[in-house]
DNA sequence: TCATTTGTAACTATAATGGTTACAAATGAG
DNA sequence: CTCATTTGTAACCATTATAGTTACAAATGA
């Protein structure tokens, strides 16, 4: 399982987004992710370097670099990811077996195949998706 | 980052199919893998609840119980990943917050679509695909 | 009968995760 | 300028998942 800071930083972008008038500290922002302000604060730091909300020190609160509309799911999942593969493979299996020697990029043909799936559909959806289904 | 079981259960089963003539037992597999036998069991185990092999205590090695081309990626990653789901969602937003009412629903939906893409992408492949890449 | 092998429980070390405290640094209001 | 407020980040902790390991009962077939 994908860990919890993904939906997190998708539930942060909203808020702010939402209360675009008003300002979105990390403690507000806390209060209404049931979390602790420095989870935010991590996190947030996570989106200003991919470049997805603008704050700092002194400033209270953080705001949107770009409309709702032009930030993707997958824009949100790569800041939150790195460059971290989505499926693990395992490390060293026996380079004197026929399979051994060779299914590490097998695998890594096929799971990467899997994994641009999935992130197709993320760069398909956006913030703006995610705000429209709020009200449901 | 989705542990190794799901890579290792392909190798595993590559091997038992590779090896159709010889005997694949837990300890040759293991060294394929290069792990613990009690770690191929073990997914073993999970296989055969799947109905992907057969084989049990006193008959020495596993063998498949479809054809190669018969078996998805899919099911492979069913049979070991049992019914998670591929993004963890925060579990306790604040229901007094008009975003964290209902942003798990949001995500829900928005989620559920990147993981079936993955797993669409997952039953495109099969087995037999990931042995035709094994001469590389 | 017995050597072989699987199934599984139990334990361990390691790493990731999320929560927490603490505090320096930056800012802007007064 | 001063100070309250807020962010950034280091450091630490508890919890959990993961993979490896030992141990042993149970099943099988030679």
């Not at 972008?13 to 403690?27: G, K, M, P, Q, Y």
């Not at 602790?36 to 991919?50: C, D, T």
């Not at 824009?75 to 051994?100: M, Q, R, S």
């Amino acid at each position: 399982m994908i860990n919890t800071r993904f939906s997190v930083a998708i539930h942060i972008l909203s808020l702010i987004a939402s209360e675009a008038n008003r300002v979105a500290t990390s403690d507000i922002i806390a209060g209404s992710v049931n979390t602790n302000p420095v989870v935010i604060r991590r996190i947030g730091s996570l989106l200003k370097k991919a470049q997805l909300i603008q704050g700092g020190p002194g400033v209270a609160g953080y705001s949107l670099v770009k409309q709702p509309e032009e930030i993707t799911l997958l824009d949100i999942y790569k800041a939150v990811t790195d460059e971290k593969e989505l499926f693990a493979i395992h490390e060293k299996p026996n380079p004197n077996c026929d399979v051994g020697k060779s299914i590490q990029t097998a695998l890594d043909i096929s799971l990467t195949r899997a994994q641009l799936a999935m992130e197709q559909e993320l760069a398909k959806q956006t913030l703006q998706d995610i705000i429209e289904h709020l009200t449901d």
